[in-house]
């Protein structure tokens, strides 16, 4: 019998990799704590509606890439491939915007049907801040700071923003009028991809990596020319903003985002080590989004980091090994093993981590298991041990003498230790 595989571009995460992870995890928790930012969970699967009418259904997400299917009540169900529209389907769902802005966060996989290939996978995983309730230019500075800060903090480096403003949908309207007429009067030097897109996201042509189409679009209209004053004098405001917080970036014209949602700042974080696939977060500001989704129309501003790229890029550096535990329990014998088993518990209830060997094999390969484990002390509980409820203790990483200890006097001198 074949033996059971994950299916592509689903991968699992071995007890090896997960430390890394969750240090990207636990720093940043930190720093949406200290930015006042509170932590939303939502479901995996959501109504398939949703991502079409929040994403858009010209969008290459919503036609190429999503995992939906009919459920027992003959619902259409989409495996959720971005968290911003379920993040906003639930603030409009629960009432939150009704309590004034919202300062949220979440994290957890996602799903794509897309060739994988190195932090790029079919189940990838997101870490993402939304502002809801946020107009001024200043929030987008302080999302793109929390980002920055966020990365900078995980050790990330060779990290550039690049910064673009996408308008007001009525900026983008005629923009968008204007990029459909040069597009079709250069349709025959466009890649097929680019053509497709000409009348259903036009947009998106100006993201193309084709590089004979990159080459043609240095002679298309510029989104910069098409907006208006006051869509100017926001973006003035927010690169003065970052220039205040000396948050280096570039103007990038071409970054216009894969998604309908966004309008005005839209940005992305790449880093230098990882080649092609640069980008390590994007995001930007969405102010229709809501109103689209059956709220009050509301301003808001999110982004979201890939885990996968982010951790691909940190396992480059020098990682530190996990901790071991502190305290590595070896037993033999029948009523031995049972002490260990209750002393174990004893001193993780006390806040040690403990490591107890359950092989019952000979002392020689428990001591060699406990060495391994990376733990600086071993407990060891043969019959005598076991007989007078002690235990000897053992420096496995340096030169102190064995001590045959009673169990609050172990807890005592690991703590001392």
Same mark, same amino acid.
């Given at each position: 019998?074949?033996?059971?595989?994950?299916?592509?571009?689903?991968?699992?995460?071995?007890?090896?990799?997960?430390?890394?992870?969750?240090?990207?995890?636990?720093?940043?928790?930190?720093?949406?704590?200290?930015?006042?930012?509170?932590?939303?969970?939502?479901?995996?699967?959501?109504?398939?509606?949703?991502?079409?009418?929040?994403?858009?259904?010209?969008?290459?997400?919503?036609?190429?890439?999503?995992?939906?299917?009919?459920?027992?009540?003959?619902?259409?169900?989409?495996?959720?491939?971005?968290?911003?529209?379920?993040?906003?389907?639930?603030?409009?769902?629960?009432?939150?915007?009704?309590?004034?802005?919202?300062?949220?966060?979440?994290?957890?996989?996602?799903?794509?049907?897309?060739?994988?290939?190195?932090?790029?996978?079919?189940?990838?995983?997101?870490?993402?801040?939304?502002?809801?309730?946020?107009?001024?230019?200043?929030?987008?500075?302080?999302?793109?700071?929390?980002?920055?800060?966020?990365?900078?903090? #995980?050790?990330?480096?060779? #990290?550039?923003?690049?910064?673009?403003?996408?308008?007001?949908?009525?900026?983008?309207?005629?923009?968008?009028?204007?990029?459909?007429?040069?597009?079709?009067?250069?349709?025959?030097?466009?890649?097929?991809?680019?053509?497709?897109?000409?009348?259903?996201?036009?947009?998106?042509?100006?993201?193309? /990596?084709?590089?004979?189409?990159?080459?043609?679009?240095?002679?298309?209209?510029?989104?910069?020319?098409?907006?208006?004053?006051?869509?100017?004098?926001?973006?003035?405001?927010?690169?003065?903003?970052?220039?205040?917080?000396?948050?280096?970036?570039? &103007?990038?014209? &071409?970054?216009?985002?894969?998604?309908?949602?966004?309008?005005?700042?839209?940005?992305?974080?790449?880093?230098?080590?990882?080649?092609?696939?640069?980008?390590?977060?994007?995001?930007? &500001?969405?102010?229709?989004?809501?109103?689209?989704?059956?709220?009050?129309?509301?301003?808001?501003?999110?982004?979201?980091?890939?885990?996968?790229?982010?951790?691909?890029?940190?396992?480059?550096?020098?990682?530190?090994?996990?901790?071991?535990?502190?305290?590595?329990?070896?037993?033999?014998?029948?009523?031995?093993?049972?002490?260990?088993?209750?002393?174990? &518990?004893?001193?993780?209830?006390?806040?040690?981590?403990?490591?107890?060997?359950?092989?019952?094999?000979?002392?020689?390969?428990?001591?060699?298991?406990?060495?391994?484990?990376?733990?600086?002390?071993?407990?060891?509980?043969?019959?005598?041990?076991?007989?007078?409820?002690?235990?000897?203790? /053992?420096?496995?990483?340096?030169?102190?003498?064995?001590?045959?200890?009673?169990?609050?006097?172990?807890?005592?001198?690991?703590?001392?230790?």
């Amino acid at each position: 019998m074949a033996s059971l595989q994950s299916l592509r571009g689903m991968v699992d995460l071995l007890p090896e990799h997960t430390p890394l992870w969750q240090q990207v995890e636990a720093t940043a928790r930190d720093h949406f704590r200290r930015a006042a930012v509170r932590e939303i969970r939502t479901p995996l699967l959501e109504v398939t509606e949703l991502f079409a009418r929040g994403i858009g259904e010209a969008t290459d997400v919503v036609g190429k890439e999503m995992y939906t299917f009919l459920d027992r009540g003959e619902r259409s169900c989409t495996l959720r491939p971005e968290g911003t529209a379920s993040v906003v389907r639930a603030a409009i769902q629960h009432g939150l915007l009704s309590q004034g802005p919202q300062r949220l966060w979440y994290g957890g996989p996602m799903f794509r049907y897309e060739r994988p290939q190195a932090g790029r996978q079919r189940q990838f995983h997101q870490i993402g801040l939304e502002l809801l309730g946020f107009a001024d230019a200043r929030s987008d500075v302080e999302a793109i700071a929390i980002a920055w800060d966020l990365l900078a903090d #995980l050790g990330v480096e060779g #990290l550039a923003l690049e910064l673009n403003t996408l308008g007001s949908p009525d900026d983008r309207a005629r923009y968008r009028e204007q990029l459909v007429a040069w597009l079709e009067a250069h349709r025959d030097q466009l890649d097929p991809d680019s053509q497709a897109r000409i009348h259903t996201n036009p947009l998106r042509v100006l993201d193309s /990596k084709h590089p004979d189409t990159q080459a043609l679009l240095a002679e298309a209209p510029s989104l910069a020319d098409a907006l208006s004053a006051e869509s100017q004098e926001r973006f003035a405001q927010v690169q003065a903003g970052l220039t205040a917080l000396a948050i280096p970036f570039v &103007r990038n014209p &071409r970054l216009v985002r894969g998604l309908d949602y966004y309008s005005h700042t839209a940005f992305e974080i790449t880093s230098s080590q990882l080649g092609a696939q640069a980008t390590v977060c994007g995001g930007g &500001r969405y102010d229709g989004l809501v109103q689209q989704l059956g709220g009050a129309a509301t301003p808001a501003i999110g982004w979201a980091l890939g885990m996968e790229r982010l951790v691909l890029l940190l396992s480059q550096g020098a990682v530190a090994p996990p901790p071991g535990p502190d305290l590595y329990v070896v037993s033999r014998g029948t009523l031995a093993e049972a002490q260990a088993l209750l002393l174990a &518990r004893h001193c993780r209830r006390a806040g040690l981590a403990v490591e107890r060997d359950a092989g019952g094999a000979a002392f020689a390969k428990q001591f060699k298991r406990a060495d391994r484990s990376g733990a600086p002390f071993a407990a060891v509980i043969g019959d005598a041990e076991a007989e007078a409820e002690m235990v000897l203790l /053992k420096d496995l990483r340096g030169e102190r003498p064995d001590e045959r200890l009673t169990w609050e006097q172990l807890l005592q001198r690991l703590a001392a230790a």
